[in-house]
């Protein structure tokens, strides 16, 4: 992730808590103050902004779309210079994470261990992630006798859903509508709607989307690189690592168009509740993506 974002607070149970800060209430206030007054000015100098001599100018800063607040004054993430750049990093961040741990050869190793699975069958290595992307109260929480450091808000348990969901779905990852709407235009090209939920506690629909990820069948080992050029290729970011990435590649080529179109289909059918329709498109969309992993 970007800077010192993207650090592992804390541990519960068997699942971590990653934590992508983009800054406080007031420094994000800042930030979104200090791009509105770059827009404003450049709007002015480039002459869609038309100001006569002594005249106030005839758009409001507060006015310039996208760079407002949003209902109740609440903060709108997307309003952010550089926002979808820092949430590629984010998603990108544990897909990476999901390569290296099925190329790192000391971690497989662990699954021929016969300790692991003495008493309960065969056992192998496996990660799951869920995303949410919104606000927090952050810092030490507890009593005298037991005190966390750590974050507090409906974001976090959405993100916690996410993961668990994860399970029911047969995924990888899962991804709120918060955070799909904050990644780059090529990002959300490569992302696959995969229901429209209320959760507990809300009365608003939100979809929610997986990235197709896939260790069967691929050799991640061959893409390995040194930390050191990790490091570089991380530095040099842009968005064409959507394409041309050969991790993100290799754990996507099951995912083909024709699979991802006819499963969109079966999707929309599904939502309107054609049933015995979607259940024929989705069948479909199973056997394109069977035939292409045979």
């Known amino acids: 992730a970007l800077g010192d974002s993207g650090q592992c607070n804390k541990n519960l149970g068997a699942a971590f808590l990653m934590v992508f800060r983009i800054g406080d209430f007031s420094e994000v206030h800042d930030k979104k103050k200090r791009a ?10 480039s002459g869609k902004i038309r100001q006569r001599q002594g005249a106030k100018p005839s758009i409001r ?18 309003s952010l210079p550089g926002i979808d750049t ?41 990660v799951i992630y869920g995303m949410d992307a919104g606000w927090a109260v952050e810092g030490a929480v507890g009593s005298e006798y037991k005190i966390d450091a750590t974050y507090l808000s409906p974001h976090v348990n959405m993100a916690s859903r996410m993961m668990s969901a994860c399970k029911q779905y ?5 991804v709120s509508q918060a955070v799909e709407e904050l990644l780059s235009a090529r990002a959300r090209e490569k992302m696959r709607h995969l229901d429209t939920v ?17 260790h069967e069948g691929v050799d991640f080992f061959l893409f390995d690189k040194s930390p050191e050029q990790e490091d570089l290729d991380a530095e040099a970011y842009t968005a064409a690592v959507w394409d041309t990435d050969q991790d993100l590649r290799a ?29 024929r498109t989705l069948n479909d969309a199973d056997n394109i993506m069977f035939e292409t992993v045979l």
């Open 36 to 45: 509105t007054d770059v827009m404003f000015d450049s709007r002015i100098k």
């Open 86 to 126: 820092f949430t590629d990093r984010a998603l990108l961040g544990f897909l990476k994470s999901f390569a290296g741990l099925h190329r790192d050869k000391n971690m497989q190793n662990w699954q021929r261990d016969f300790r692991l699975g003495a008493g309960v069958g065969s056992y192998k290595i496996e």
């Open 170 to 174: 047969g995924v990888t990852i899962l």
């Open 198 to 214: 209320y959760v507990k506690g809300s009365n608003v629909a939100q979809r929610i989307y997986t990235y197709d990820c896939r």
């Open 61 to 78: 800063r507060d006015s310039i779309r996208n760079f407002d607040l949003g209902a109740g004054g609440t903060l709108q993430l997307a």
């Open 251 to 279: 754990m996507r080529q099951h995912a083909t168009d024709e699979f991802r179109e006819k499963f969109h289909k079966g999707v929309g059918q599904y939502l309107e509740g054609d049933w015995k329709s979607a259940i």
